[in-house]
């Protein structure tokens, strides 16, 4: 096993971002949990709320042996892969992860499928099509899907959760 450390990227249970953070520490490996302060609205006040930047993703700087440790945890579910391997993220990005979050500006992350990305259609009688997504809609829960077939062009708007976004190869 290799002793040489990489930040890598694990996936938490819903709302176990904290727990896992306090987990890993507690096997001494090094840890980042992005977190931004938000104010939430009830209906009668309002708070500023801790919460994590990416929902159930957090990191961890650690060697082969403290990431099987890591996956024992019962915050972790598993970690991100990227073509069969543990997914790395560059020390340049938590680095700059790290000063843009020691700022005071507002920070948003955006989970949308943007217009020219690719993607395969996942469910539903065009499971299995690809496509290129021409257009969003309705808060970004539908999406307009072109599908090139005999030098035509068909589109069709289907719910965001059917297609999946094709990795660049």
Known sequence: ?????????????????????SEISALDVEVFLPKITTVKQWSDRKKKVTEPLFKSYIFARCNERERLDILQLKSIVTNVHFQGKPARVPEWEIDGLKQMLSKDLEVKVLNEIRPG??????????????????????????????????NRTVITTLPAKDVEILKAS
């Open 117 to 150: 990305t690719p993607v395969k259609i996942v469910e539903g009688p065009l499971a299995g099509v690809t496509g290129i997504v021409s257009y969003t809609k309705k808060g970004n829960t539908e999406v307009a899907v072109t599908i090139e077939i005999l």
């Open 1 to 21: 096993m290799s002793n040489q450390k990489h930040w890598l990227v694990f996936y938490t249970k819903p709302r176990h971002e904290f727990k896992a953070e």
